[in-house]
């Protein structure tokens, strides 16, 4: 989806998060997308002419934790990261969800209110529809039920996965599982190696391996010595990512 051109605006939107629309989307951009591959061309126009396009700045919030669940949405292009608040205040990273993603789905776990709050990583562009469309989506698009319950599956697991990897492993396993899973679902090959492909920190980071800032710094910067990773500029790029299964394994 990069490069993908834009025009248009709406005056109406949130300009502090929505910069541009799409005058008219076009039936392949969710044609290929696993919750509407099954539709015929007139299915998904019907849909498309139901849905409200946004671009997101990075740091832009889609929507916030605990705010009426009044839309779902489809990540057409970018990254969002999903963060909780706990009661002390913190912020914890839960997941990161590439493009082609439905997200803010709070109606299919039986939610009024969105769980967590959903957060550009990088300038992303997002499709949303009412949330009373839900159903008649459910009820009318073959597969768009199934692959959505698919998808909230895949991240129930990849959350349990975490919650074991923080009550049995040690910080750098943690780390290393995090890089690892990073890669795999945003990575892009570059000449030194695979580099995440959004901007992330080492705070972020920190947050999405339950651990300190101090320590995330710690290791990696001892993992750039060994050539196992480079970190600058708010860009992590694994150099050795069979290093890093390895000490995933210790």
Known sequence: ???????GTNSNMDTAAAR?????????LLSHLPPFSKLDRQQVRAILDLAV????????????????????????DGYVRVVRITPTGEQVTALHIPAGQLLGIAK???KEAYPATAIAAAESIVLSW???????FVADYDGFATETYKTIGNRLGEVNTRVVEMATQQVEQRVANALLRLISQTGRKVSNGIEI???ITRQDLSELTATTLHTVSRVLSAWEKQGLVQSKRKRITVCDPHALVVLSQV
């Open 130 to 136: 009412p949330m009373g469309l839900w159903d008649k």
């Open 197 to 199: 492909d959004f901007p």
């Open 20 to 28: 541009t629309v799409f005058p008219r989307l076009d039936e392949s």
């Open 53 to 76: 396009s946004r671009r997101y700045d990075a740091g832009a919030s889609v929507f916030e934790e605990g705010s009426p669940a009044d839309r779902f949405y489809m990540l057409l």
């Open 1 to 7: 989806m990069r490069g993908t051109a834009i025009c």
């Open 108 to 110: 299919a776990i039986g």
